[in-house]
């Protein structure tokens, strides 16, 4: 039986036991800063560097547990091997068994990009190179330089691969079919900023390649993007280390190993000029070599058809109908290319408006007959709906081009959706179209009329009208109400138009800036290559452009208020637009310029630039 003085002691105890937890639980350590050290390369077996290397594997020691990450992709290895090596874990260290048989007198080198990364934290060692010899030297050559994207100059944000292929590997047999056909010696990849480094390479000249090598075959594909360079470029000798006994920590002195050259640049010293190695400049650029040809052809409503090309068509297309039969004429047919040329919107008024055959053909390759057969959609009434409702409605054939908000300097557009090609009576007389459209000015009430003008497209055969514009000068800040009236048209269909009504605010004069920019030369003469201009937003997007033949004053007006910047395209082939490169006709890509600043335009505001362009640069 426990007495009065043990209940004491003991709930003492408890008391002190809890308080002590409690003290232990408030003053639990916190672990720490997280570790962001990638893991460090403390020895290797055989040492990194050694000569007349003979063994079937080799072992990288760390100074952390490490695991071993996408080993195909991320772990390079010239010459290429056939049998790819296995990576395995061992203790602090990763294991490379060989499997395919060593050339001999060759120097082989491992590159891991970012494949060991630390067992905890998932850190990556950027960078490491391993090297060795099955003859008695290590070959201590280098290719160094950037690859970046030909149009906007940035890095590309895909994995690029360089390719080196030595000058002993070309023969007649195999020509410029070399990169497609032939394994190269030697290869590495770019790092984020674009920029790569061949080491190890015996003396000479080599062929040299940059692509996205999204089959991972080490050949050039013709739908990859690509960097070449014109000629061949010879090695250059690596940098010495500026301590040349630096070697593995654990590598001991004896004749099977050497002193490797460094990897990045010594630093600079106050005695001695310090040899440099010639930065190679590639730009990549994609030339799609797509087969011109229809991907789609169809009615997409009764008397309209949509075709659809692989590639743009030039502005050179014929389309023409070809008749049923060899006595029947052959049916009319409008078309209009849209802007960006892969799309031709038709229109035919063929009997019943169901078949109809066509042949387009264009400069492009494309040489193509169509029979095309328009089929109704099937309709099934409903029994809850009226007859009258059933009753075939009036097409409404015009519609607003206009936002609620509209730029105070641009034009007033409605469109139709089919071509316009008669006017009703009695608005065939000019002086009738002046006045068709009421204006009703919202912010003071007043009322007021303005014309109405079909836009002519050129592209539409015969040529007709698929926009009109209203012919109104409105008040910066001032919203307004159009109504034009019904009846003033007729389609190719014999639709007659209907009313519509649009809404919209004018936008202040105020709420746009202006940029103007002077072009100069060292001559002041004409460019012998037209320059296309751009004015581009912060996505990289064209916003405005001008073709520039000499130097002078361009002028971009009306402007939102944001950051620009301006390139300009040196249009060798005078196409008009930038020409990417192409390895199978040496064709580099149009080089494309950058002015230096970035342009902080404010609202209400001029801004005033010069630009020196130097069209060789």
Not at 69 to 77: M, P, Q, R
Request: aromatic share 8%; with cysteine; charged share 20%.
């Amino acid at each position: 039986m426990l007495t009065i003085r043990r209940l004491f002691i003991i709930l003492a105890l408890c008391a002190t036991l809890l308080a002590v937890a409690g003290c232990a639980k408030q003053g639990y350590p916190s672990g720490g800063p997280k570790d962001e050290t990638p893991p460090v390369v403390t020895s290797t077996v055989p040492p990194n560097g050694s000569l007349n290397f003979d063994a079937n594997e080799f072992y990288i020691q760390f100074d952390e547990y490490v695991t071993v990450k996408d080993a195909d992709n991320n772990i390079l290895v010239s010459p290429p091997m056939k049998q790819k090596p296995e990576y395995k874990t061992k203790g602090r260290g990763i294991v490379a068994k060989l499997k395919d048989t060593l050339l001999p007198n060759t120097t082989y080198l491992f590159q891991f990009k970012e494949a060991i990364t630390d067992f905890n934290e998932g850190n990556a060692l950027p960078s490491f190179e391993y090297v060795f010899s099955t003859g008695g030297s290590i070959d201590s050559m280098t290719l160094r330089g950037t690859v970046v994207d030909a149009f906007s100059r940035k890095p590309r944000t895909e994995p690029v691969t360089v390719l080196a292929w030595a000058e002993s590997q070309q023969s007649d047999s195999v020509g410029d079919s070399l990169v497609a056909k032939v394994q190269p010696l030697y290869i590495t990849r770019c790092d984020k900023e674009g920029n790569f480094a061949l080491n190890h390479l015996r003396s000479g000249r080599y062929l040299l390649l940059a692509l996205e090598d999204g089959d991972k075959n080490l050949r050039l594909n013709s739908d990859e993007p690509m960097a070449f360079l014109d000629s061949l470029v010879t090695a250059a000798k690596m940098l010495p280390p500026p301590d040349t006994a630096r070697r593995d920590s654990t590598a001991q002195a004896d004749t099977n190993t050497l002193p490797l050259p460094d990897t990045a640049t010594a630093a600079p010293s106050d005695t001695m000029p310090q040899p440099t190695i010639p930065a190679l400049n590639l730009l990549m650029s994609q030339d799609k070599h797509e087969k011109q040809r229809i991907s789609k052809s169809a009615f997409v409503a009764k008397g309209r058809i949509e075709i659809i090309t692989q590639t743009p068509l030039s502005h050179r297309y014929t389309l023409r109908s070809l008749p049923a039969d060899s006595t029947a004429t052959p049916p009319t047919v409008y078309h209009r290319l849209r802007p960006k040329g892969d799309t031709l919107d038709v229109w035919t008024t063929a009997p019943q408006n169901d078949t109809v055959t066509l042949l387009l053909r264009d400069t492009t390759g494309l040489n193509d007959t169509l029979r095309l057969k328009y089929k109704a959609p099937s309709q099934s009434p409903s029994p809850t709906r009226t007859p009258k409702s059933l009753a075939k409605s009036k097409p409404r054939i015009a519609k607003s081009l206009v936002a609620a908000s509209h730029p105070w300097f641009d034009t007033l557009w409605i469109g139709f959706e089919n071509p316009i090609d008669w006017i009703c009576e009695p608005w065939r007389d000019t002086a009738a179209l002046d006045t068709a459209v009421q204006v009703l000015n919202l912010t003071d009430s007043t009322a007021s009329r303005c014309g109405l003008r079909l836009a002519p497209d050129t592209l539409l055969a015969p040529a007709t009208a698929i926009k009109a514009f209203i012919d109104f000068d409105g008040k910066p800040g001032t919203k307004y109400q159009f109504t034009v009236p019904a009846g003033l048209f007729y389609d190719i269909f014999q639709n007659q138009s209907d009313s519509l009504t649009v809404v919209t605010e004018f936008t202040k004069t105020e709420s746009y800036g202006n940029i103007y920019l002077t072009l100069t030369s060292q001559t002041d003469t004409a460019y012998p290559t037209p320059l296309i201009v751009q004015l581009t937003n912060e996505k990289g997007e064209t916003l405005r452009q001008h073709t520039a033949t000499q130097p002078g004053k361009l002028s971009f007006i009306h402007l939102k208020g944001g950051k620009y910047s301006i390139r300009a395209i040196v249009d060798t082939d005078h196409n008009g637009r930038w020409t990417p490169g192409n390895y199978w006709q040496h064709r580099q890509p149009e080089n494309v310029l950058l002015f230096e600043k970035t342009l902080e335009l404010r609202e209400n505001w001029d801004m005033e630039e010069k630009w020196a362009v130097d069209i060789d640069n």
